[in-house]
């Protein structure tokens, strides 16, 4: 049964003219929801498979793909409907390619401590208020050049698109050496200790105690690299970076694992929504 043919009607004078136009009063669905996915004992798991669409799967648990509305009532993880379904392998190596075009540069600010050495008082050379989006950034020594796409001052990074050469990483300047990267508008230079695809740039690092940091790596004056949130003795080998690619494939994988109504209710939990939805609970 299509999902929104169980409502019940309303009108509607949407011009203001005295003329009701019968609608379908989509709004009822929300304390149904509430009511009933609460028990546990009316649903079970269910791990999609590669390609699997909604009404596939309704086929496979109901032998009916007129079911496939009740996977997007019962998973927080699917409420913005198809969007959030998960991913086909194709569809996801196609998103990451659209979603992640570009060359990451990550940046290391240097952090300047008071004379306690307890507080940060300068973040230097950090990017916020440096370089303009939509400007050419271009490697001092390799000569390569692209569109400042975005940048992410906390993460220290920028996004680089419609490149041409290679930015050069330390590891492939002569002692290590970063390159610089130079401004095409506000007379700026950054450098750069690490360059990435994007979607192999830090999404997030995920400390010892296995929380969540979304604070780039700096320097102190001590030349120790450090989590911007850390004390001047922590160094950065307490922090795993998480890329982009792995974020998105976590985040993919968590909606393959939905909640289904077990096959032996499915009549009886669609038809209590039927009837919740048209009494107006």
């Known amino acids: 049964m299509p999902f929104f043919r169980q409502f019940p009607k309303t009108t509607y004078d949407f011009l203001n003219s005295g003329i ?11 304390q149904a929801d509430i009511q009933l996915t609460d028990d546990t004992s009316t649903y079970q798991y269910y791990q999609i498979r590669d390609g699997d669409r909604p009404d596939v799967v309704s086929t496979l648990l109901y032998g009916t793909p007129e079911y496939y509305w009740t996977f997007f009532l019962c998973n927080d993880t699917l409420k913005t409907g198809l969007t959030s379904w998960p991913m086909s392998q194709l569809q996801f190596d196609e998103y990451i390619a659209t979603e992640y075009d570009g060359t990451a540069i990550i940046t290391r600010p240097t952090l300047v401590w008071d004379a306690h050495h307890t ?15 939509g400007e050419t950034i271009t490697g001092g020594t390799s000569g390569a050049t692209g569109t400042l796409f975005s940048k992410d001052a906390q ?3 920028m996004i680089l698109r419609q490149v041409n050469g290679n930015f050069l990483a330390p590891e492939q300047l002569y ?18 200790p690490s360059v990435l695809p994007w979607r192999d ?23 120790t690299f450090l989590g911007l949130d850390n004390p001047p003795d922590v160094v950065n080998n307490n922090l795993t970076a998480v890329s982009n690619f792995d974020h998105e494939l976590a985040l993919n994988d968590q909606r393959s694992s939905i909640r289904v109504i077990r096959p032996d209710l499915i009549y009886t939990w669609a038809q209590t929504f039927k009837d919740l939805v048209n009494n107006g609970q």
């Open 20 to 30: 009701d136009t019968q609608i379908t009063d989509i709004f009822r669905f929300v």
């Open 119 to 133: 507080q940060v008082t300068e973040y230097r050379d950090s990017l916020a208020g440096r370089f303009l989006i």
């Open 155 to 157: 993460l220290s990074q």
């Open 175 to 192: 002692g290590f050496q970063s390159e610089d990267i130079v401004s095409t508008f506000e007379n700026v230079t950054g450098q750069t």
């Open 201 to 223: 740039a830090p999404h997030h690092y995920v400390k010892a105690d296995g929380t969540i940091s979304y604070d780039a790596l700096y320097i102190d004056e001590q030349n």
